[in-house]
């Protein structure tokens, strides 16, 4: 029996499914039928117990210190704990019930004083100084596991003295609890909200394929008719189709004040306790803002370089949007109105500017994109560049009916891990799509191969038909399975560098890299086809689409660059002043960039579940668009080697990027991929904002 598991799990009783030494279930993957949420609060406690007493066993080892008995040594330590976390907490996430929010809240805090306790012990840090990486001769990944171990001890505040210290355990435990608390607050108020729509004239406008979703998301909640809820799949096409403007502005007004109801569900007081204790922490560990504390250990590496980006992109962006709201505006004029474009106008309006410009039809497209389809144009993609191989497994544990899963596999037959595919929209699970991992990749351990989960929101068909995605969905299913990717693909030896485990601005890199094969006409021409017929998408239509991806690139990239500018500005800014007001704060901002009024933040502060929700985007919302830079360029050294699949250019991307991990510095993974750094052009000529 594993060592950590004989001091802790094992002391559970024989009916919690985490006192098994191992799974007796398919490939390992957790029991989730026979998981209660009793279960979890015992087997939080016996594996917290269990890693306390791994790291003071480290802590006193009398020994010589060594990488061995110190660094390798904690990364062996708190497997018990790595997965009673992994399955509770993709859980909360994707299938959540008032018992898991209870949980949430209690076990939360706990772990970040267990956290602090850990990086803020004086004998580890002391051990980990000690070790003598040039004595040792440690090969590359023991050097960067150690340079990393450092680094977040030090973040963490290991060099501080002891008050300073108390503190920074104080504000991490508060931190956890408030980012939980907002997390909760913005499910309730998505949750809550549905917009019954009764009778044809409610109706008018909506395409099949969205009367359907609404009828779907009605049943689910146990209601008569259609309903559209805040689910981001069925709300964004209701601002595009509906006829009805007093309904898209009633529809529209729920979705921009998440967070900002007033009641108990508010979050403006904790988003200004969490930028206040942001900038404490920050000042404490001698950084001028937390914005210059979060970007220290990035590839921006400053606040400046990240803003410089970010304004390069936004002139011209603006400029597009303007652009774009006075074609809007002649539409409107042009049917006999004489209202000025509103925020909930301008889908609506765009569609129609679309369909005559390039003679598109949404609902067209989506009978070509249905969902199977897109699945397998993922998987497809990720066989011609790394000979992957998809099984559909039937029999296996899963947490909801919905959920599939796959075997993967390599060209050779060997198992790469499992893939996870959670993809329809419900009261249960929080908004927008994510990656996440039950079980990362290493080698330390022996070998581990990973449980990748990619989890989405996509309207659910009635049953008995296919579910359809718009072209955003399907870039959407491809960008959340490059992250799976880069998950999967992961060949590392210590936990600490696995996967997706890398600087907040080059983690979007494998992703929005993964994006530009859907746009490639051998994959459609492969792939989408009508979900009735099975007919491919017709050529002329295909042109068209493709020609049309630059369309509405200006609203698009200011609704996106407003929220990064906020975001940046606002931990560079706040200071952390006591009962500051976030959204007068935000209001200030967009004034003093001038972003029309007609385009409102893509996600405005009191529902910024990146920033606010947990601190993995917070002062680094703008890496989305770092990494664009990267993945523009990236793609065209496909181009540039003549083939889209181009072998030798796939294995170095595999190599330095997917495969990689945190093994090196970002700079150094992208420059042995490349041969050099990227410039902002490809990005540009991508949004169709180059001059």
């Known amino acids: 029996m594993p060592e950590t598991l004989a001091a802790g799990l094992d002391r559970l009783p024989q009916d919690n499914p985490f006192s098994a030494e191992q799974w007796d279930t398919p490939y390992g993957l957790p029991p989730f039928e026979h998981i209660a949420p009793a279960h979890y609060m015992p087997a939080f406690e016996a594996a917290l117990a269990a890693h306390e007493a791994e790291i003071a066993a480290i802590a006193a080892d009398p020994a010589p210190v060594s990488f061995a008995n110190t660094a390798a040594a904690m990364e062996r330590a708190g497997r018990d704990l790595d997965r009673v976390a992994g399955v509770f907490y993709n859980l909360t996430g994707s299938n959540t019930n008032p018992e898991l929010q209870a949980i949430e809240r209690a076990i939360g805090p706990k772990l970040a004083r267990h956290g602090s306790a850990i990086y803020l012990n004086p004998q580890l840090w002391a051990r980990l100084s000690a070790v003598d990486a040039r004595a040792e001769g440690l090969g590359a990944e023991e050097l960067r596991v150690l340079e990393r171990l450092r680094i977040r001890f030090r973040r963490a505040g290991a060099e501080l003295a002891p008050e300073a210290k108390e503190r920074m355990a104080a504000i991490a435990e508060r931190l956890s609890e408030l980012g939980t608390r907002f997390s909760q607050n913005l499910l309730a108020d998505e949750s809550g909200f549905t917009l019954p729509l009764d009778g044809e004239d409610d109706l008018a406008g909506l395409p099949p394929f969205l009367r359907d979703a609404a009828a779907s998301a009605a049943r689910e909640r146990g209601l008569p008719g259609h309903i559209i809820t805040l689910s981001r799949s069925l709300i964004e096409p209701f601002l595009v189709f509906s006829a009805r403007r007093d309904l898209r502005e009633r529809a529209h007004q729920a979705w921009i004040h998440r967070g900002e109801s007033g009641g108990a569900t508010d979050n403006r007081a904790i988003m200004a306790e969490i930028v206040k204790l942001r900038a404490e922490r920050a000042r404490l560990l001698g950084y001028d803002s937390y914005a210059h504390f979060k970007l220290a250990d990035t590839m921006a590496a400053t606040p400046d370089a990240a803003m410089e980006l970010l304004r390069d992109v936004w002139t011209p962006a603006r400029a597009r949007a303007l652009s774009e709201r006075d074609r809007l505006q002649a539409v409107i004029r042009a049917e006999g109105h004489d209202f000025p474009l509103r925020a909930s106008d301008w889908r609506h309006y765009a569609e129609k500017v679309r369909r005559a410009e390039h003679d598109l039809d949404e609902g067209e497209i989506k009978a070509y994109l249905p969902l199977e389809r897109m699945i397998a144009a993922a998987f497809d993609t990720a066989s011609r560049l790394f000979g992957l191989t998809f099984e559909e497994l039937k029999d296996v544990p899963r947490y909801h ?291």
């Open 401 to 691: 009916p919905d959920l599939r899963v796959w075997r993967v596999g390599d060209a050779e037959g060997g198992e790469v891990g499992l893939f996870l595919g959670d993809y329809f929209a419900r009261a249960s699970k929080h908004s927008g799509a994510w990656m996440s991992a039950f079980r990362s990749q290493e080698r330390l351990n022996g070998v581990v191969t990973p449980i990748i989960v990619n989890v989405m929101n996509f309207a659910k068909a009635p049953d008995g038909q296919p579910t359809l995605l718009s072209f955003d969905d399907a870039r959407t299913l491809f960008h959340e399975f490059g992250h799976a990717l880069h998950g999967l693909l992961s060949d590392v030896t210590y936990p600490m560098l696995s996967g997706t485990s890398v600087s907040s601005d080059f983690v979007e890199l494998p992703s929005q890299l993964y994006e530009h094969w859907l746009e490639q006409p051998e994959i459609l021409r492969a792939h989408a086809r009508h979900y009735e017929t099975g007919a491919p998408m017709p050529e002329a239509l295909l042109s068209r689409m493709l020609a049309a991806r630059a369309f509405n690139q200006g609203f698009a990239t200011v609704e996106y660059t407003a929220s990064a500018l906020v975001d940046m500005t606002l931990h560079l800014s706040a200071e952390g002043e006591s009962g500051l007001d976030i959204p007068a704060f935000e209001a200030d901002t967009l004034r003093r960039i001038a972003i029309p009024a007609e385009i409102g933040m893509r996600h405005r502060s009191p529902h910024f579940a990146h920033i606010f929700g947990g601190e993995g985007y917070a002062a680094g919302y703008y890496s989305y668009l770092w990494s664009e830079v990267l993945d523009a360029d990236a793609f065209d050294a496909f181009r540039e080697a003549g083939d889209i699949f181009d072998r030798e250019t796939a294995q170095r991307l595999r190599t330095y990027v997917y495969g990689a991990g945190n093994l090196r510095d970002p700079r150094e993974a992208y420059t042995a991929f490349r041969g050099r750094l990227p410039s902002i052009a490809p990005l540009l000529k991508k949004r169709g904002l180059a001059a």
